[in-house]
């Protein structure tokens, strides 16, 4: 576990009430990718998942440190889906031995995700959909695009009516049809909620055709904001951050 397990900021505008909680997962892959200059693919099979998980997890944990170094919060290390390596010939994937040397967290003891990955891993993502594109408010959508993915390649896809479902019912429907990733454009809190809750890992404020956002996804290019939050409005304009999902009718 990582020796130092909270910071706390100093100066006039520090937030001791407030804290961010990065998980230890988090923490080695920032680790491994900003301090030992692994590339996410070296570090993917370093913790036995996806680079696209990989991907996830490190965008979620430079929010959290950007969040906790702005604004001016305690930062906390603990939790998260990890064990630690068992010291077997398998350890970081490279075969070695507990008195070897490895790519490790303290002396010979190396983290890694709970989850391994397998071989010919499958993947079911879904994309917004309308005429090719990403369509760019989730709530709204009519369609998904929906790909099957086998060993981090499209061997097929599909596109399927949502059937009268919208905002955060939308979740629920992706769940029966074992989506387990989602790329979208805007999004609201609430949709966010029931996603995560669904066990369904989101990629929004995302736009372009729909084909080449899973294409970027799997390569590891994809342009996406994992704090996109849109708020409607009577005028039907929806914003997040630097995302806005457009006018709908």
């Known amino acids: 576990m990582p020796q130092n397990v909270g910071f706390e ?16 997962d988090e923490y080695e892959v920032i680790r491994l990718i900003d301090f030992e200059k692994l590339t996410q693919e070296q570090c993917a099979t370093q913790m036995f998942v996806s680079r696209t998980t990989i991907t996830s997890i490190y965008g979620l944990a430079r929010y959290k440190m950007a969040d906790a170094l702005i604004n001016g919060k305690k930062l906390m290390v603990s939790g998260g889906e990890f064990k630690l390596c068992e010291h077997n010939r398998e350890c970081c994937r490279k075969g070695r031995l507990a008195n070897e040397s490895c790519i490790d967290l303290f002396g010979d003891v190396a983290l890694k995700m709970k989850n391994h990955i397998k071989e010919n891993e ?11 594109q990403i369509f760019q408010h989730f709530g709204h ?13 499209v061997i097929s896809s599909q596109v399927i009516d949502t059937m009268g479902n919208g905002h955060e019912s939308l979740a629920g429907f992706l769940k029966t049809q074992n989506v387990d990733t989602l790329i979208c454009g805007g999004i609201g809190g609430g949709a966010k909620e029931s996603l995560e809750e669904a066990g369904i890992k989101l990629y929004g404020g995302a736009n372009g055709e729909a084909d080449l956002s899973v294409e970027n996804l799997l390569t590891n290019t994809l342009e996406y904001n994992p704090e996109v939050v849109c708020k409607h409005h009577d005028n039907e304009e929806h914003n997040g951050g630097e995302h806005s999902c457009g006018s709908h009718s």
Do not use: H, S
């Open 9 to 24: 900021p100093i100066g006039e505008n520090k937030n001791m009430d407030d804290f961010v909680k990065l998980n230890v």
């Open 122 to 132: 499958k993947m079911r993502i879904a994309v917004t959909y309308e005429n090719g």
């Open 141 to 153: 959508t009519e369609q998904f695009k929906i790909y099957e993915v086998v060993d981090n390649k």
